[in-house]
């Protein structure tokens, strides 16, 4: 008999083919996968962007390729559009706000009258600080000029804040991007809302502070204080200035920034975001150190997970600075500190509240890794120095600090048939002795040391198979470039239900914002979600 079979099959296909009937599209890798609809690659896109490319995909392409998606939604429901971006930009689940920003702008620009009146009724949702408007502007500015519904949208952001918030705003984002509050409110021109607003205008526009203005306007006295710490001659000064106002750290002038003091004076109401950004500077200054009392406010506010979320503080910034600081050297620049070793344990311990509270499912999970090589290239969320390979370990931590039943594998197709560690054992597939209660640097270099290779997301299932291992959920963490496998991932999950008789889920956490996925959505026993989506381990658990 003649083994037809052998070369088309619905049950066992090659990775570097489609299944037969399906309707796979090759990946980036040259490898098959399934393509995610449109809705789901916006939400990657929204949540991942596309800063550092991929292995595979140049960071050009892969923005073009989201860009084209957004165009495409737009046209068919642009309304829906806005919706989808103002829903993940206040609900904190993305790591940057700029993917929604950028997405805002093309439908302020580029949508239909009803889309465009909704997102400029957004943009207040969507940029809500100063740095948003501007990152706005910029990105407006290459769909579009300066129309009446942007010029109207950009007064109403200047002037639907109440006076002493936005005098907080001015102070602290002066000028990004090649664009200040100045450039704003010369070309919105909005008619001041109040006679403070209209004081504030005056002194983005001309510089200068109007005379003989009440004492009763708190927003003044701000500006006022600003100006007074330009003239200071003394630190001692300074600091006072900075301590009674309450000045953030973007009035401070150059030369106080290097004292301990004045970073003293800051730290009892830095907004949590900018704690994270400085932890590093104010050890190098030496205002933290082991036992002061400035580490001790800095470690129980970072241990607060009501403050973390209320700051709408992102588990991937609070995971960016602990690399960094851990390390004791910038990313850039050559600064170097000491680590006090409470700020590093306080960090990691914000990564985890900072995802907030999850429900355990009480199921059996293994958690995979993919740590081929393609999952060394490129950054998440444009993180420096964060690639998917280590922020997918860092991922997997929060649900195996949930569910009790879990075991890590990392997996890559090895040349030659060798795999494991030490080269024995089932081909590119290594057991991890990691667990959630290890610091999450420490979880990062056991990933670093797992030999690389191709990419097979089929392996963990295939391996469970052999093993005899009982899963309930398999929970693969990948770039979704597969290729190098005998046999397609979800054709060995069905493979692995049917040899032990479980109903077996597979969640695919895909740790880049291109259009693949291993999941394949006919199967609803099989769910595509994104990397470091706040909300993910919560889906995760319900799934």
Not at 241 to 248: E, G, N, Q
Not at 365 to 385: K, N, Q
Request: charged content about 20%; aromatic content about 8%; some cysteine.
């Amino acid at each position: 008999m003649f083994k037809f079979t052998q070369y088309f099959s619905t049950k066992h296909t090659p990775q570097s083919e489609a299944i037969p009937g399906s309707k796979q599209v090759q990946n980036s890798a040259g490898g098959y996968s399934f393509e995610l609809d449109d809705w789901k690659r916006f939400d990657r896109f929204l949540i991942l962007g596309a800063d550092g490319g991929t292995y595979y995909v140049s960071e050009r392409k892969l923005t073009i390729d989201n860009a084209e998606i957004v165009v495409k939604l737009l046209a068919s429901d642009g309304v829906k559009v806005v919706d989808r971006i103002v829903a993940v930009s206040q609900s904190g689940r993305a790591p940057k706000n700029d993917a929604a920003i950028f997405a805002l702008a093309m439908a302020a620009k580029l949508g239909d009258e009803a889309t465009r009146r909704a997102a400029y009724a957004a943009m207040p949702k969507v940029c809500r600080i100063g740095t948003h408007l501007m990152h706005f502007a910029e990105y407006a500015q290459a769909f579009g000029g300066w129309g009446r519904g942007m010029r109207k949208a950009v007064a109403g952001w200047f002037n639907d804040k109440p006076a002493v918030e936005l005098a907080h705003q001015l102070i602290k984002y002066q000028a990004r991007d090649g664009w200040s509050n100045r450039d704003l409110l010369r070309l919105a021109h909005p008619r001041a809302a109040s006679p403070e607003h209209d004081r504030l205008f005056s002194w983005v526009t001309k510089g200068e502070l109007t005379a003989g203005v009440v004492a009763s306007d708190e927003s003044y006295a701000l500006l006022e204080n600003v100006e007074a710490l330009k003239k200071a001659e003394s630190l001692q000064r300074a600091v006072k200035i900075v301590r009674d106002a309450k000045l953030p750290r973007e009035a401070v002038p150059t030369q106080w920034l290097t004292e301990a003091a004045m970073w003293d004076a800051l730290l009892p109401h830095m907004p949590m975001t900018a704690m994270l950004r400085n932890v590093a500077t104010m050890t190098r200054v030496g205002l933290l150190r082991s036992g002061s009392n400035a580490t001790k406010l800095v470690t129980a506010q970072l241990r607060d997970g009501a403050r973390l979320r209320k700051a709408r503080v992102h588990p991937l910034g609070v995971l960016a600075a602990l690399n960094t600081y851990r390390k004791g050297r910038g990313v850039k620049g050559n600064g170097t500190w000491e680590p006090v070793a409470a700020v590093i344990d306080a960090l990691d311990d914000a990564f985890y509240k900072s995802f907030g509270a999850v429900t355990p499912s009480g199921k059996r999970m293994l958690l995979a890794l993919d740590v081929s090589g393609s999952m060394t290239t490129g950054t998440v969320a444009g993180i420096a120095g964060l690639t998917p390979r280590e922020a997918s370990a860092a991922m997997a931590l929060v649900t195996a600090a949930t569910e009790r039943e879990h075991e890590f594998i990392g997996f890559s197709a090895a040349s030659g048939g060798y795999g494991g560690q030490w080269g024995g054992g089932e081909p590119g597939i290594t057991r991890l002795a990691i667990s959630p209660r290890q610091r999450l640097d420490d979880v990062v270099k056991t990933i670093e040391k797992v030999p690389m290779g191709g990419t097979d997301c089929a392996l963990p299932m295939i391996w469970a198979q052999k093993q005899r291992i009982d899963v309930d959920t398999f929970v693969v963490y990948t770039d979704n470039e597969t290729w190098a496998g005998a046999v397609h991932p979800a054709q060995a999950l069905r493979d692995y239900r049917n040899a032990r008789g479980i109903p077996a889920k597979l969640v695919v956490v895909g740790m880049t914002s291109t259009g693949f996925s291993i999941a394949d959505p006919t199967d609803a026993g099989m769910l595509d979600v994104v990397g470091f989506d706040t909300s993910t381990p919560a889906v995760i658990a319900d799934f």
